[in-house]
């Protein structure tokens, strides 16, 4: 259930099976100059991709498995199966079974195979840092990139208590203030294009009080500082003071003008919420800047588990209240079933409890995940 | 029902009544120096683009409603309103809801809302014509700027009849040599990038037998050209040589390396049962070739109609074959439903049909519109 069944060059997509992992498939179409875009974690597969609509540090320049995703063999709850598109780039042929399937979480179907949309590989790579005073500061500089019309690699932010965390877990071998510090990745098809969105931001951060600007083509350096960024989730679980200290955290996602509102907000329901615990938590932002995700994340005793998800709820809803979402690229799960609702309404909830009923009416397939089939009692009938 | 509701300039979205006209919209928020970049025919509406899944010239560049729909509002078959999203730029909150609507042409809920993406307005734009001999050599031009890593904003082709039609109109105030024409957009954020691209397309052109390259960036000429482009459909319908005539067209996308062989085959096809038919069909082919979206049309007779109609049911089989869809951008409606089984097999069509069912029971939506209900007594049961 990992093979790659069949690339084709010339159209730039790749048949692939569900099982195949997203670095794999990288590495096995690598001499084709062509790359999948989108990089969760290491160890995630294309069917579980799909299925958490996942996306990573390159959806701000690439978009999420929504955007890359042609068409899907899906297994349905009575075994039959559906092949919901070919390889056509667009399609209005009835309605969109692909992107349903897409972040619903295996909940209405088993993902078996997809076709999937390659890009060409980045070239002429670039990897920047640059530290400010304070988060305002570096969401400015991305909102004014957006408005620039040049589309950068990657924009990743971390606070000032992330950068603490990587500092202490000694994961990464440079060692960094402990400030709000953007992450940036450039390319482009010739050094020219690159240098001008180098030389764009370089002016924006310095109009934006940056106290620090690198940019690297240097392949060792680049490497280290993308490791640094791509190591915040271990330094964070090196933050765990007993083995049984909890790890949790948010994935809202609001509009990037609400981001520091976002952040400064989360910090104080966490503060707030761990002062009233007592036992020192440990709280930092980290995220995809350039689409407006963050993960705010507490490390904290076991006995506060249920504290710590409470205020995490509160985060949640603090997104909604900034026109934003409870979930950018996690899913929902059993955690956030509750807050769904918040977010959708109860007729959005209905919908989707009618979609689910209509497709596995017996509830087999990853039972209870995203909603509460038990829940229709209360909603109207049509 | 046609009210901009809110500008969001530093979000880059737009808050929109269903009834507001593309157009319009890009009008009323020029100052801004942004625009919604999906360009149908200038009549539409966001809410039928949306119900359409539509897209354009824009949507090699830009992609289709898919990509630039943050949220929506709808009303149900019974009343109820549900609002799918906020305003964050991505999310994986249950089941895409947004997206389960593009497309559903009105079958599954009224549009009543919309939340739209917005991008930089394009700059230093250029617009350029090239003529080649034949269909493949501009075929291949594209699938090799496709690899190249630069994006163009616009990648049209007409074939030599589409030429001729656009001649014998004179809708356009330009005379072209009858043959398959290909016409460009060029943008940046800087002239060197834009110069970048069209040194390049020069080049791929060139080697690939363009019998004529043209680049300006002088405004009226542009104009001029590009209009020549949105004059198609307007110079086929001059080809009528009756009031009665009719003027039909197939909306077929395929991977772009199979376009040659969608164009010839349709050719065949339709040449074929014109022969057959005797009454001196004109056909011609325009359309989105960086998406591989085909508008291959007929002119013919009204007592020919039942033949042209079958022919162009022969073409979206044709484009099926060359793992393609039966419709890119224009949707099923009535006159492709009993191909849409063979583009997603009954259990495809069953699946929907479950959908509809369980949102709209009684069928008062744009009723008989991409699916048949009455077919669902020939499915299995779950």
């Not at 997203?22 to 995630?44: E, R, Y």
């Not at 640094?228 to 271990?234: G, I, L």
């Amino acid at each position: 259930m990992n093979a790659l069944v069949k690339l084709n060059e010339d159209d730039q997509d790749v048949v692939v099976q569900a099982g195949i992992n997203w670095m794999d498939l990288n590495q096995k179409i690598k001499a084709s100059g062509l790359w999948f875009p989108v990089d969760p974690a290491p160890g995630a597969s294309i069917g579980g991709m799909v299925s958490m609509s996942c996306s990573g540090t390159n959806a701000y320049r690439y978009g999420t498995m929504k955007e890359w995703v042609l068409g899907l063999t899906v297994v349905l709850a009575d075994g039959r199966v559906v092949k919901t598109r070919r390889r056509a780039r667009k399609s209005s042929a009835g309605f969109d079974l692909t992107r349903l399937m897409i972040g619903a979480e295996g909940t209405l179907g088993v993902v078996t195979e997809a076709v999937l949309r390659l890009a060409p590989q980045p070239r002429n790579l670039v990897v920047g840092l640059v530290r400010f005073e304070r988060v305002g500061q570096a969401v400015d500089v991305v909102l004014r990139v957006m408005r620039s019309g040049y589309k950068l690699e990657a924009l990743e932010l971390a606070d000032g208590e992330q950068m603490r965390a990587l500092n202490e877990s000694e994961l990464s071998e440079m060692r960094f203030e402990e400030k709000p510090t953007l992450f940036v990745k450039f390319a482009g098809p010739s050094k020219w294009v690159v240098q001008e969105q180098i030389e764009m931001v370089k002016e924006l951060c310095r109009a934006n009080g940056a106290t620090k600007f690198e940019v690297t083509d240097e392949e060792d350096r680049m490497g280290t500082i993308w490791a640094a960024r791509k190591s915040m989730a271990p330094a964070l679980i090196k933050m765990k003071k007993r083995e049984t200290d909890l790890f949790l955290h948010s994935d809202c996602a609001v509009p990037i003008s609400k981001l520091p509102k976002l952040i400064e907000g989360t910090r104080e329901l966490i503060e707030r919420a761990a002062a009233k615990a007592g036992n020192g938590w440990f709280c930092a932002n980290v995220g995809h800047v350039g689409d407006g995700n963050m993960h705010s994340s507490i490390i904290c005793p076991a006995e506060d588990g249920a504290k710590a998800e409470a205020v995490l709820k509160e985060v949640a809803r603090l997104a909604l209240s900034l026109d934003g979402t409870i979930t950018g690229e996690h899913g929902v799960g059993l955690e956030l079933r509750d807050v769904l609702v918040e977010e959708v309404g109860e007729v959005g909830m209905d919908v989707m409890r009618r979609i689910k009923k209509s497709l596995d009416p017996r509830g087999i397939l990853n039972p209870g995940k995203v909603l509460r089939l038990e829940d229709e009692g209360t909603q109207a009938k049509l």
